[in-house]
């Protein structure tokens, strides 16, 4: 799909989307493989939810409504672009659905991360310093950079990974985003890929809110040609950060503004 957007709203620049690939690694709920993973951070945020939307009936807006169109509509994700959120993406921006993403700790095979992280029901991934069996669990992901954009001038590039629909989906640090050397879903079938550099390309940008967007400015060489973009979100914190994965309603998107 291909579209223009301006501030106000008008479509007047490029917005190109990658579909998510099929065969994805995350479970669905129709998955029969028992979760061995249970973590902590349910328990945590079930406890720690007070008064919020959970505790008072109100869950907030559900996958496929979006609260600001006034038909009730919503195309996804990367129909957003241009937000009214000063942290989101700027309007006309490309958005680059990933083409893959799971979850795995250093003993901990992505089938069972992505059971623990959707707990059966949603297509997710999670990071977690301190899951119940003592694993490190993180997350990554792979982008096709679109056509046309190896010879332009690139300006900012954000990185969004959009929390799941459920009162355990919150955490106190949404973690910090690496990048790793390429790889392939057999090659993280087998381990996480190495990390590149001594620092993470963005910091933790603070907590992740139940069933919301969050964002990591990224340097802008992380877009180079039409080469692959390989990331890997480590966490920071001992109550997980639960996100869809591009099999999910939500799925991680890059966007790149560029002249």
């Not at 129909?79 to 990933?98: N, Y």
Request: charged fraction near 20%; include cysteine.
């Amino acid at each position: 799909m291909v579209e223009r957007m301006t501030m106000s709203g008008e479509r007047t620049r490029n917005l190109v989307v990658f579909g998510a690939l099929a065969g994805a690694w995350v479970a669905t709920a129709t998955t029969s493989v028992g979760c061995v993973m249970d973590n902590p951070a349910f328990d945590e945020d079930q406890a720690d939810l007070g008064t919020d939307a959970a505790s008072s009936g109100d869950t907030g807006p559900q996958p496929g409504a979006d609260s600001g169109d006034p038909d009730g509509s919503d195309s996804g994700p990367v129909d957003d672009t241009g937000s009214d959120d000063p942290l989101g993406p700027p309007p006309g921006a490309v958005a680059m659905s990933a083409t893959f993403s799971a979850c795995r700790g250093g003993e901990a095979s992505p089938t069972e991360c992505a059971m623990a992280a959707g707990e059966g029901v949603f297509d997710a991934i999670v990071i977690d310093q301190a899951s119940d069996s003592g694993d490190f669990l993180v997350a990554c992901m792979t982008f096709e950079v679109a056509e046309g954009i190896a010879d332009k001038t690139i300006n900012a590039v954000l990185l969004e990974l959009h929390t799941i629909d459920a009162s355990n989906s919150s955490s106190d640090a949404a973690g910090e985003i690496w990048a790793v050397e390429p790889f392939t879903e057999a090659d993280f079938a087998v381990g996480l890929p190495p990390r590149i550099g001594v620092s993470p390309l963005a910091p933790n940008p603070g907590p992740g809110k139940i069933f919301k967007p969050v964002y990591w400015h990224l340097p802008v060489d992380v877009v180079s040609g039409n080469a692959q973009v390989y990331l890997c979100a480590y966490p920071l914190s001992g109550d997980g950060a639960y996100f869809y994965s591009h099999a999910g309603p939500f799925p991680p998107v890059l966007y790149v503004d560029f002249e």
